[in-house]
């Protein structure tokens, strides 16, 4: 089935009840008003010539045009590539080069960039623009096109979109996602997150990332949910339109960013049923503070961009503060040790995954796909993680991110929840430096309080070393006013190593 059928179902029920409010502009669409703008996106690709399976790639701002243009793609047969707004030009040219889109829609500021890529590229493209208030050339050619489109059939392994990973180390890796991948993992969420109607989203999250388009959007148009849709997440707007919705999902950035808002009470909470955060760790004290201000427990899940999402705390049931809850149903976890065999309860190892959420691959990189992929079927997520003896599953970081030190193992998030600990450190980011002796040092990144000036190297040094083992204390600190993040808020350890874990860095 292509995704978009079993969208549609519910879209020609919910009929003129609001699909997306933009409180920004004042802007509403109602269902019906979404279907027939993704269909005059769909005939316009057609009529200009996509085939199933041809790539629309696509950098623009977040709005409900550009979520039409999402929809349009899916329900032509076409494979969506989103790209994020802060992409520079050479990544933009790799690509471009790498997908070969048969489509770009962009800005008008970057008109002459994608004009000058596709001037340089083998294969060409068709250009369209598209701009935050909703004008562009796209948006003037779908105008005249018919509101209705029979949406074409793709099987359960055509692709529904190819999503670009980070790249933290050699070059990003298209991930290849089917239509079954992502209607299996939409359903699934539905039921465990106990979506039901009159269920109302707040949604201010990218839609260029899996966590706004296939986790929200996904979960919100299967169930015919009202999204209360933000370009960006600002704390002061969201606290006007919480009251109004029933769900919440964010990246702990999210949320610390509430708490230091003095409006955020538990009242103003009290309608919102479900807070989910992703994509990022959420520090043990912001899931503590958040529930003793509100009285409401934040559901962490764990997800990637090849997998959608894997665990998740349960609905009903304790969430555990640090742990990512359980595997979703469909979906088998493991933890494995070096020569892939299984490790009990409670010890670290590789992360692996299967399930019918799991991508179909890296887009023309047979040989990286394979490598990959155990030979019985289960994806090497590339995370560090362990389940306890209630089977609640932990991340304990990336395997990248592990020190090897003097050959001791030290996983970063040991180091730093003790860190997070002392009094007036905000949080921190520990990293491998390199070592003379052992190959290996242990770096910290601290962000510290205002109160926190007088404290030396010396104290924060003690304290570890009255809570670790000697070979994990931190050798290395550095204090920085934030850390570096991507745009989902996750820290850039690659950035901080980069940076300050070089030979010659003094701190």
Not at 31 to 59: H, M
Not at 322 to 348: H, K
Not at 351 to 360: A, C, D, H, R
């Amino acid at each position: 089935m292509n995704l978009y059928q079993a969208l549609s179902e519910k879209f020609s029920q919910a009929g003129d009840r609001v699909a997306l409010r933009m409180p920004e502009t004042g802007l509403k669409w109602t269902f019906n008003d979404l279907a027939e703008r993704a269909a005059q996106y769909a005939s316009l690709l057609t009529e200009q010539g996509l085939e199933p399976g041809d790539r629309v790639a696509v950098q623009v701002e977040k709005g409900a045009e550009a979520l039409a243009i999402y929809l349009g793609v899916l329900q032509s047969g076409g494979t969506y590539l989103p790209m994020n707004t802060a992409y520079t030009k050479s990544e933009l040219k790799y690509f471009v080069e790498n997908a070969e889109p048969a489509f770009v829609v962009c800005s008008s500021k970057q008109v002459e960039t994608f004009s000058e890529i596709n001037q340089q590229v083998t294969a060409g493209f068709k250009l369209y623009t598209l701009d935050e208030d909703s004008v562009g050339s796209i948006c003037d050619a779908a105008d005249s096109m018919p509101k209705v489109f029979t949406t074409v059939e793709r099987g359960e392994n055509d692709l529904a979109a190819i999503l670009y990973t980070s790249g933290t180390t050699g070059r990003p890796k298209g991930a290849m996602i089917s239509h079954s991948n992502l209607l299996s993992n939409g359903r699934v969420l539905l039921d465990y997150w106990g979506w039901k109607e009159g269920d109302v989203l707040l949604h201010a999250l990218p839609i260029f990332h899996v966590h706004g388009l296939f986790v929200a959007c996904s979960c919100a148009l299967l169930n015919a949910s009202e999204m209360i849709f933000y370009s960006k997440f600002d704390a002061n707007k969201v606290l006007e339109e919480l009251p109004n919705a029933t769900v919440m999902m964010g990246v702990p950035t999210f949320y610390t960013r509430l708490l230091a808002e003095k409006g955020f009470t538990k009242e103003l909470a009290a309608n919102v049923r479900l807070f989910i955060s992703g994509s990022a760790p959420l520090l043990e004290e912001t899931f503590e503070e958040f529930e003793q201000r509100t009285g409401k427990a934040i559901l962490e899940r764990y997800g990637m961009t090849e997998t959608g999402m894997n665990t998740s705390n349960p609905l009903d049931g304790k969430r555990i503060a640090g742990t990512v809850g359980f595997p979703l149903p469909g979906t088998e976890v493991r933890i494995m040790d070096g020569d892939n065999n299984p490790l009990a309860a409670g010890e670290v190892g590789s992360l692996q995954v299967k399930g019918p959420n799991v991508f179909q691959g890296y887009w023309r990189m047979p040989e990286k796909t394979a490598e990959e992929f155990t030979d019985d079927g289960f994806f090497i997520t590339g995370d560090l993680g362990k389940i306890d003896d209630q089977g609640y599953v932990s991340i304990v970081g990336r395997s990248k991110d592990l020190i090897i030190s003097g050959g001791y193992n030290i996983y970063p998030k040991e180091v730093e929840m003790v860190l997070n600990d002392i009094e007036h450190i905000d949080e921190s980011a520990v990293f491998a430096f390199e070592h003379p002796d052992f190959g290996e040092g242990v770096a910290a990144a601290i962000v510290k309080t205002d109160l926190m000036v007088d404290v030396r190297d010396e104290q924060i040094i003690e304290i570890c070393k009255g809570n670790l083992a000697g070979f994990k204390v931190p050798r290395r600190i550095v204090y920085l006013a934030e850390l570096p993040r991507n745009t989902m808020g996750k820290v850039q350890k690659n950035v901080l190593r980069d940076l300050y874990g070089q030979k010659g860095y003094q701190s």
